[in-house]
Nanobody, 119 residues
Framework: QVQLVESGGGLVQPGGSLRLFCAAS????????VGWYRQAPGNERELCAR???????DYADPVKGRFTISRDNAKNMVYLEMNSLRPEDTAVYYC?????????????WGQGTQVTVSS
């Protein structure tokens, strides 16, 4: 069982930066896929960035070139560096981990951290 806790959200002006942190209660293995998703009011949860099981990285088009996902398995941490923030980036951001098990996959989610981009 893995528990994920996000932090680092807050209020930032347009054009500003924030760094989100995701701490895992248990070990993160290099074979785990990890990612960040977000959900704005009235919208479905959507992918921001994801490190896949083989190490490749996917970014959603709206955040390409502005957001950077990274991980530190030794510290059981996942990060999201967000630059050039826009009002449309306002959302609750969720950390995600997918682990391959013998019988399938297990998905874990954090409780979310609010990011508000406003002047």
């Amino acid at each position: 069982q893995v528990q994920l806790v996000e932090s680092g959200g807050g209020l930032v002006q347009p054009g500003g930066s924030l760094r989100l942190f995701c701490a895992a209660s248990g070990r993160i293995f290099s074979a785990d896929a990890v990612g960040w998703y977000r959900q704005a009011p009235g919208n479905e949860r959507e992918l921001c960035a994801r490190i896949n099981r083989g190490g490749s990285i996917d970014y959603a088009d709206p955040v390409k070139g502005r957001f950077t996902i990274s991980r530190d398995n030794a510290k059981n941490m996942v990060y999201l560096e967000m630059n050039s923030l826009r009002p449309e980036d306002t959302a609750v951001y969720y950390c995600y981990l997918q682990r391959q098990l013998a019988a399938g996959t297990a998905d874990y989610w954090g409780q979310g951290t609010q990011v508000t981009v406003s002047s």
